[in-house]
């Protein structure tokens, strides 16, 4: 495994993380076994930086990653997030524009939030801690204050955001350093390259982004068929039948160029994603071994000049991928 910095810290992450929230929430059936597994695999790989949030299967996925977090504590960067709230934990997940699901950065939530965090996780610290978006309804200057106190109190050792706008991010940082933003970048979502991008190395924060395959699209294993009755992506415009056709053109011809490259379709998406800068940190989402594994060898998959032409090129020819999100979700990003 390659390591990177995080941020302007000596932090040596991983430069493939761990995305957790498929084991517990909003991808289909669970199975605990298969995860633990999966886990203990990520630290036989030298896969150090994990991602979780409280609201992944409204907590269970902080109390599943501690079964092996504990015990392993020095050998894991552990970053969580904040900020999501539901209304009833009987209704199933539908995404973060549902009228189940509100947000809220208030600072009485914040530590609320904290120790909650802290308690399933069965650890004393917390590596990085993201508020989850931005709160329209709270200064941004007022958040990072409640979680830089967090800091203060040895609760927390570095500052996130998610999804949050280049403006955001300015005013976050001045009140307390931020080590990184996560936001979804992939082939197929590049909005942060725009404002966003140059504002973090201005600032020298690392992007992590999250579903760098696309949520599965890129990788050509997905068919829409298959996924469960309450997987997430089935209200996600990108598998709508509207843009199926084009997508599924996209990822076949993907593949072809990957098949040259002697790497899966998920290997080289990964690769493209590492390869746009030293400072981006990919969190790859799975709960099963054997993409795990497969997810790990995009480090070895160096792509040229011409490599990243011809995925450009392949790129502009199916152009309508649909959104990334319903209009209800991209509303809360971008703030």
């Known amino acids: 495994m390659e390591y990177r910095n995080l ?4 932090e040596k992450l991983s430069a493939i993380g761990l995305g ?4 517990s929430f909003a991808y289909g059936p669970i199975d605990n076994e298969e995860s633990i597994a999966t886990l203990n695999l990520a630290l036989d790989l030298g896969i150090n930086f994990w991602d ?3 609201i992944y299967g409204y907590g269970k996925n902080e109390e599943l990653i501690s079964k092996v977090l504990k015990q392993n504590r020095d050998k894991i960067f552990i970053a969580t ?6 209304h009833d934990e009987n209704v199933p997940y539908g995404g973060s524009g549902t009228s189940n699901i509100y947000f809220d950065a208030s600072p009485a939530h914040i530590k609320n939030a904290v120790e909650a965090s802290l308690k399933r996780l069965g650890i004393d610290t917390i590596d990085l801690y993201y508020a989850h978006r931005i709160d ?6 007022e958040m990072v204050g409640a979680m830089a106190e967090l800091v203060k109190e040895g609760k927390v050792r570095y500052l996130g955001l998610s999804e949050a706008s280049a403006a955001s991010i300015r005013k976050a940082h001045a009140v307390h350093p931020i080590a990184a933003l996560q936001s979804e970048y992939s082939l197929l979502t590049r909005d942060v390259e725009n404002e966003i991008l140059p504002v973090l190395r201005e600032l020298n924060i690392s992007l992590v982004p999250y579903s760098p395959l696309a949520r599965g699209l890129v990788t050509n294993t997905v068919s829409k068929d298959d996924l469960a009755a309450d997987d997430f ?3 996600l415009p990108r598998f709508s039948d509207e843009n199926w056709d084009n997508n599924q053109k996209l990822a076949h011809a993907f593949a072809d160029i990957a098949q040259q490259k002697n790497a899966s379709p998920a290997q080289l998406a990964l690769a493209w ?3 746009q800068g030293d400072d981006i940190i990919p969190i790859p989402g799975t709960k099963k071994r054997k993409y795990l594994q497969e997810n790990a060898g995009a480090v070895d998959v160096k792509l040229s000049v011409a490599d990243l032409q011809e995925i450009g090129t392949l790129l502009l020819k199916y152009p309508d991928t649909g959104g990334r999100y319903n209009e209800a979700s991209l509303k809360m990003t971008n703030l």
Do not use: Q
């Open 52 to 54: 979780t949030a409280d």
């Open 81 to 86: 997030k904040f900020g999501f709230r539901v």
């Open 20 to 23: 957790c929230m498929g084991m």
């Open 233 to 235: 992506r089935r209200i």
């Open 7 to 10: 941020g302007n810290t000596n």
């Open 136 to 141: 329209p309804n709270v200064p941004v200057e």
């Open 273 to 275: 994603v590492l390869t």
